[in-house]
């Protein structure tokens, strides 16, 4: 069974390229991903599962946890369980209940059947991430690249090569955002109401998370100065009441406490120190105030490792993965200038998540090796960017005739159109 469903997650791989891209698209395409696919069943058996590297240990605890919501089913019923009812599960439980889906169909434990649907929502975000270069601007050629790039990419090859939830995470902030700049475009309830689907996944994986995508998600509802319409205000007045009466603290146990008590957790000092133990781990001066040293900490944030950085094998693994970033962030640099003169709209809703995200992350900044994995969806929104800069302009500058006119998140020109349903590095891992 456990084999049945590496090959049934090959044939929805297929199934998702030729449903959302032309054929003559997915004919370039399918190679590529099936290829991206099978690489991280490799890796996992050959690198993850043989010992060679001296890694991970949360993807291990993700699938006990699996094993125990198959034996909540077996006493309560199939459900979806969350904290509430088994409190470990905290916000791992939507990795955890697909897991368990498979550990229940397989029998018992089924690491490599468990590896084969995180391959396969890997692969499904490469195919966002094409169509998000395409609906910004990029052209085919400049869009296929992103998309090989993506695939390879060293760090989210790493960490969708085994049941880690970076994936998970990844494949929802990633096409959050994209439907945030497909509505700005055009607005679609169908996009609203698959959008919202993604957030309650999101709230389940990495619950900051979701607070992160707020402010461009509302952006592209809003449109910013694109005119506003009365279904446009009518979304919007919807959903400034439900982040009023969610968020705002109306009721006990609002979800903004659970933001709260996140990031001033990852803030302490007490936590800092203890992810900052171990061959990856960085203390500044700070006087323990995680806001002073923002400077150096923003740098570690977004570039380190550096070339002359000691650490074990993975650190330095590391540094072939921030080469290829280097590249990707000058390119998104030059991709931005182009679109800040195109479509400010876009550009906007993009920086709004990229900027206050990596900010976020800076101050609770103490290991090179957990920010490694948690900057992953800031180099997949900034890296869209790097698209833009390689198209190819006409003679007067413009982009290409019909490239910047795609109508949103729809088969020719936004994202997926299939709804989606963690060593001292991983130890604090939220």
């Known amino acids: 069974m456990e084999y049945f469903i590496v090959v049934a997650a090959a044939v929805a791989l297929a199934f998702i390229v030729h449903v959302n891209l032309d054929a003559g698209v997915a004919r370039r395409v399918l190679p590529v991903l099936l290829a991206a696919f099978a690489v991280r069943l490799v890796v996992h058996v050959l690198v993850m599962r043989s010992g060679v590297l001296e890694y991970g240990g949360d993807n291990l605890g993700y699938e006990s946890r699996a094993l125990g919501i198959v034996e909540y089913w077996k006493r309560e019923g199939f459900q979806f369980v969350t904290a509430e009812d088994m409190s470990y599960l905290a916000t791992i439980a939507v990795p955890c209940q697909v897991f368990a889906i498979v550990v229940y169909l397989c029998g018992g434990p089924a690491p490599l059947a468990c590896t084969a649907v995180v391959a396969l929502l890997a692969c499904a975000l490469c195919v966002v991430v094409y169509k998000f270069a395409r609906l910004i601007g990029a052209d085919d050629r400049a869009a296929f690249m992103l998309l090989v790039a993506t695939a390879f990419m060293p760090a989210f090859l790493l960490h969708t090569s085994d049941t880690y939830k970076d994936g998970f995470n990844a494949f929802l902030v990633v096409t959050s955002i994209g439907l945030g700049a497909a509505i700005a475009r055009r607005f679609d309830m169908r996009r609203l109401l698959t959008l919202a689907l993604l957030l309650w996944a999101l ?53 903004t406490g659970v933001i709260q008590e996140q990031l001033e957790l990852g803030q302490s000092e007490i936590v800092r120190r203890a992810n900052g133990d171990g061959g990856s781990g960085v203390d500044f001066e700070d006087g323990g105030n995680p806001w002073n040293a923002i400077g150096p900490k923003l740098l570690y944030t977004l570039l380190s490792p550096f070339p002359w950085t000691q650490g074990g094998p993975v650190l330095q693994f590391g540094k072939i993965d921030v080469l290829i970033w280097y590249f990707l962030l000058y390119n998104a640099v030059r991709g931005a200038r182009r679109l800040w003169r195109q479509d400010r709209v876009t550009l906007l809703i993009l920086l709004s998540f990229v900027i206050p995200g990596t900010i976020a992350y800076a101050t609770t900044m103490a290991n090179m090796g957990l920010i490694f994995r948690q900057r992953i969806p800031i180099i997949m929104v900034t890296s869209v960017l790097a698209a833009v800069a390689w198209t190819k302009e006409t003679r007067d500058g413009e982009q290409p005739a019909g490239v910047m006119s795609s109508p949103g998140f729809d088969r020719t020109g936004g994202a997926l159109n299939a709804q989606a349903g963690p060593s001292a590095a991983t130890r604090a891992d939220g």
């Open 203 to 255: 709230w389940y994986v990495r619950p900051y998370m979701v607070f992160m995508c707020a402010v461009p998600l509302i952006l592209g509802l809003v449109g910013l100065g694109k005119g506003s319409s009365l279904r446009r205000m009518f979304a919007f007045a919807v959903l400034l009441a439900f982040a009023l009466l969610t968020f705002g603290g109306v009721y006990d146990g609002a979800p």
